[in-house]
């Protein structure tokens, strides 16, 4: 291992001559933020990290009024089997286990860990349903619940389920597929996305709320995720590059999020632990075994990894060469962002794919930059070439009146543009029943703000002579 990883562990000479810089008692076993550790100071620290997110009164063990006003905490921890969210399940579950002991058995909450099974779908190397009954004996007699979730559940019943189309001009269209003779599963929506970062945007949509359901079902107030700073600095960026920037300032910071008519804590109580801390401590606390992993190997060609794959990549590249201060600026920076300013005399709407708000017409803005038309046809070749690539490519949907207009955000654009044509795209739309979008008001695609992207991308002939003048 590279001197210049975050954390560097001591060989035996150098343990034995390196006391602990906190209980000055053992050896330190590894350096980590200019710091010397031990075994048992080193995930001490990690655990005192979490009590810091996490110092409310409510998640502490209470006694009688308070519990008759207030009733029992319960927490949902959002559990993908990765380190990091197995990190937290050991964190939380002490916590558990140490509030039972010196309060004879009770506990400052009631702890459930929700799995949403990817099996089927990562190709995982252990079946989650055996891990979590071996991990949580663990920490007995501490009483943790836990709930392995199908992600087809997604979709309760084909009725939900619109077809949707994007057309050239980035307005999108939907139309109910009762009456069609085909069901469809999760997978096969899946199936209809052109590419797997779709697939990665889509499956980020489904599972915020599957996790955000059960926590409704199950009365829950607050939501963990295990997410260290360097994934919530990935987020950041991965977010960014999918034209999500609008929602950053929610899926990184600890908020709290209204699901029908329930308020949700959404906490991240790893936010000041590295990736490269949480692999050491899952090391050193034996959880490894528990580790869910997928079997797929990750292509080593850029264009078949997700937009993820590669912000996980370059994130982990900085670490290696001693950059991974740069995971907490990236944090830093995206923890200042709000949410954006909306015209305030416009009524803000919501995307109807993914649901969040569209405070300006991301279709406005496209028509206004893009130019989306084919060059007209001029030759006979060219004609050929068109009629063998239309029989190909099947006779697209005719759009009638059975089609109506849906509210689509930029982010899902992205996501949906080159969805075939002919098959077009299904989802469970949110919201059905919402006002038109023509008729609101939307901020003012000026030809000012039109001319400066344009002058932005173009490049100008001053320049190309400069270089050929070198
Ligand atoms: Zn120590
Ligand atoms: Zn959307």
């Not at 343990?15 to 209980?23: E, K, W």
């Not at 993908?80 to 004879?104: I, K, P, R, T, W």
């Not at 969805?419 to 739309?429: A, Q, R």
Request: with cysteine.
């Amino acid at each position: 291992m590279s001197d210049n990883q975050p954390v560097k562990y001591l060989d035996e000479e150098e343990s034995s001559s390196s006391p602990c810089q906190r209980c000055k008692v053992e050896n330190a076993i590894l350096i980590t933020r200019k710091e010397k550790f031990c075994q048992n100071c080193f995930i001490r620290f990690i655990r005192g990290k979490q009590r810091k997110q996490m110092q409310d009164d409510k998640y502490k063990v209470k006694y009688g009024p308070f519990i008759e006003r207030h009733g029992q905490q319960k927490v949902l921890l959002a559990l993908s089997g990765g380190e990091s969210s197995v990190v937290l399940l050991d964190v939380m579950a002490s916590l558990l286990q140490e509030q039972f002991e010196a309060h004879n058995g009770k506990q400052g909450f009631e702890l459930i860990i929700l799995n949403l099974d990817e099996f089927d779908l990562n190709h995982l190397n252990k079946k989650v349903g055996e891990i979590l009954p071996l991990l949580i004996k663990r920490y007995s007699p501490a009483n943790i619940q836990y709930k392995v979730l199908a992600l087809n559940s997604y979709i309760l019943d084909d009725s939900i389920l619109d077809k949707i189309v994007l057309n050239d001009d980035f307005t999108g269209l939907s139309s109910t597929i009762i009456g069609s003779d085909k069901s469809y599963t999760l997978f096969d929506i899946l199936e209809l996305c052109p590419n797997k970062s779709s697939v990665e945007d889509l499956l980020t949509i489904i599972y915020n709320e599957l996790i955000l359901r059960t926590a409704y079902l199950e009365k829950c107030q607050t939501i963990i995720y295990g997410h260290s700073m360097t994934r919530i600095a990935n987020e950041i960026i991965a977010l960014t590059v999918k034209g999500r920037g609008s929602i950053i300032y929610e899926a990184i910071s600890d908020h709290s999020k209204t699901y029908k008519d329930q308020q949700f804590q959404i906490l991240f109580p790893l936010r000041d632990v590295l990736y490269a801390e949480i692999i050491s401590y899952c090391k050193l606390t034996n959880m490894d075994e528990f580790i869910l992993q997928s079997t797929i190997p990750k292509s080593k060609i850029n264009k078949n990894l997700t937009i993820r794959d590669l912000t996980t990549r370059y994130f982990s590249q900085l670490d290696a060469t001693g950059y991974a201060s740069t995971a907490s600026t990236v944090v830093k920076t995206g923890e200042k962002l709000g949410a954006p300013k909306s015209d305030s005399t416009s009524l803000v709407t919501h995307c109807q794919v993914c649901g969040v708000e569209i405070y300006q017409d991301p279709g406005n803005w496209l028509r206004n930059i893009t130019v989306n038309k084919a060059a007209p046809i001029e030759t006979e070749e060219e004609k050929e070439y068109l009629e063998s690539y239309k029989a190909s490519i099947g006779e697209p949907e005719i759009i009638d009146d059975r089609y109506k207009s849906v509210h689509i955000c930029y982010g899902c654009i992205v996501t949906l543009g080159g969805v075939n044509s002919v098959s077009g795209f299904v989802w469970p739309l949110k919201d059905k029943n919402t006002d038109h979008f023509e008729s609101q008001p939307y901020l003012v695609d000026s030809e000012v703000e039109k001319q400066k992207i344009l002058d932005e991308f173009i490049l100008t002939n001053d320049e190309d002579e400069d270089d050929d003048n070198e």
